[in-house]
């Protein structure tokens, strides 16, 4: 897009924006801004705000509090349902540097950054494209989320059976009207489930544009008296929401890297090396890309969700799926991340994943095409394919354990997501559940 300071003030002149919102977003994905009037906006764009880190999960002591939000220019967009008698709110999303002036390596847009620079001295950008699945459930008498839904339509379904369609349409005009390219939308296979697509983008406008959207769901949701939920798993024996993120790398020269039209499948031994990296290290990376405690009622055989670590052309049974398309549009589809995810974080780890395999030029196993559902554990074994982590702790081990963690991370990141975490499974452990107390309470 290319907006400089001078854009925005005029944008904002013309706009009549009145109020800024300096956006950035934690270790574990959590949006959070900093609201400033008009009077402060010219201090906002020259990154003069200040804030307090230790406030926010996972960044800094107390000590060592204070932090400057340094605004990407790019990412500058006039709010569309924030007007209010004429005058508009805008957003900026920004890093967050310390004090002497270095960027924190807590943020996680600043750790994108850093692994992006990896890449580009190996010879290659990333692009992205998720595709975040998320449930429209009705909101009780007091405003408060339940799982209720009044819409009966199933995959690919239309009015009036879809009665969230009113709402997505709303939700497209929002994210047309702050510059995104949608390419389809439509109903998803469960009762209440959606899915909206945008055009694709470099790894770090993607991971803008994929925590930009889902802001956007849940705000214009909440006009329609519905609550937005990217939860993975909200309703037993229904498919859960997953985010299949598309991704690509790119020469410098602007040519698809994964693109080889002499070579099998048309796919280049770059992209075969990046699959082999990707399935070489799913299962560390999968705590990230999966990150909640629900995420692992998703991650189960017969939901459509990938459990099993292969690759394939044409099978949707597998982790990594080949989408048709050659030539520019040439990728690879991680099909395990959910919406849960901070994408940030998400990016970087599988990058660094597949990025492994190119440096090491690893050799991807034969692709798998058969229905890996319909195949015994025996079968499974035979052909070497692997099963991910089953619940978060599992999934948290193997995370500790794989070096790779922590080089996508770094050291602060690694450290403060691991004690988030391990914090949250230990809540979990140790909760009473329904099902404990109606499965025993009569019984002993």
Not at 158 to 165: A, E, M, N, Q, R
């Amino acid at each position: 897009m290319g907006l400089t300071r001078d854009d925005i003030m005029k944008i904002i002149k013309e706009e009549n924006v009145h109020f800024f919102r300096l956006q950035f977003v934690d270790i574990f994905g959590y949006m959070k801004n900093v609201a400033v009037p008009m009077s402060q906006i010219e201090k906002a764009l020259d990154g003069m705000i200040m804030f307090d880190g230790s406030s926010i999960d996972g960044f800094v002591r107390i000590n060592e509090s204070d932090m400057y939000l340094k605004p990407d220019y790019d990412t500058f967009r006039v709010l569309p349902w924030r007007q209010a008698d004429g005058r508009n709110a805008a957003r900026i999303i920004c890093d967050v540097y310390k004090p002497d002036g270095t960027p924190f390596e807590g943020c996680p847009r600043n750790n994108l950054k850093r692994v992006l620079e990896k890449a580009k001295n190996m010879g290659f950008t990333m692009n992205v494209g998720t595709e975040a699945e998320f449930f429209l459930f009705q909101r009780d008498e007091e405003g408060n989320p339940t799982t209720i839904t009044d819409d009966v339509a199933g995959y690919f379904d239309v009015d009036p059976d879809d009665s969230g369609i009113n709402c997505r349409r709303e939700i497209i005009e929002t994210l047309e009207a702050m510059g995104f390219e949608i390419e389809a939308s439509h109903h998803e296979v469960a009762e209440g489930q959606h899915e909206i697509n945008f055009k694709y983008a470099d790894a770090l406008t993607a991971a803008d544009n994929t925590q930009t959207y889902k802001w956007v769901v849940r705000c214009i949701a909440s006009h329609f008296n519905l609550h937005a939920t990217f939860m993975p798993k909200p309703v037993f024996g229904i498919n859960g929401s997953g985010m299949h993120t598309n991704q690509s790398l790119f020469n410098l020269d602007g040519t698809n890297a994964f693109f080889d039209e002499n070579g099998p499948l048309q796919l280049s031994e770059t992209c075969y090396q990046y699959i082999a990296g990707i399935l070489k290290n799913a299962k560390s990376f999968v705590a990230v890309t999966n990150p909640l405690v629900n995420s692992y009622k998703r991650l189960v055989p017969g939901y459509e969700a990938p459990v099993y670590v292969a690759w394939s052309a044409s099978n949707r049974s597998a982790l990594i799926r080949i989408p048709a398309s050659r030539g520019l549009g040439t990728r690879t589809e991680v099909r395990c991340p959910d919406p849960s995810c901070n994408p940030y974080l998400a990016f970087a780890m599988m990058l660094t994943a597949g990025l492994d395999g190119v440096e090491n030029k690893l050799q991807a196993p034969p692709s798998v095409d058969q229905d890996i559902f319909a195949m015994t554990d025996t079968e499974k074994t035979d052909v070497g394919i692997d099963c991910l982590p089953a619940n978060l702790k599992e999934a948290l081990d193997e995370f500790k354990a794989n070096p790779l963690s922590k080089e996508a991370l770094g050291e602060h990141i690694f450290t403060k997501y691991i004690e988030g975490k391990e914090k949250e499974w230990d809540s979990f452990r140790t909760a009473v559940t329904d099902w404990e107390i109606d499965a025993y309470l009569s019984n002993f």
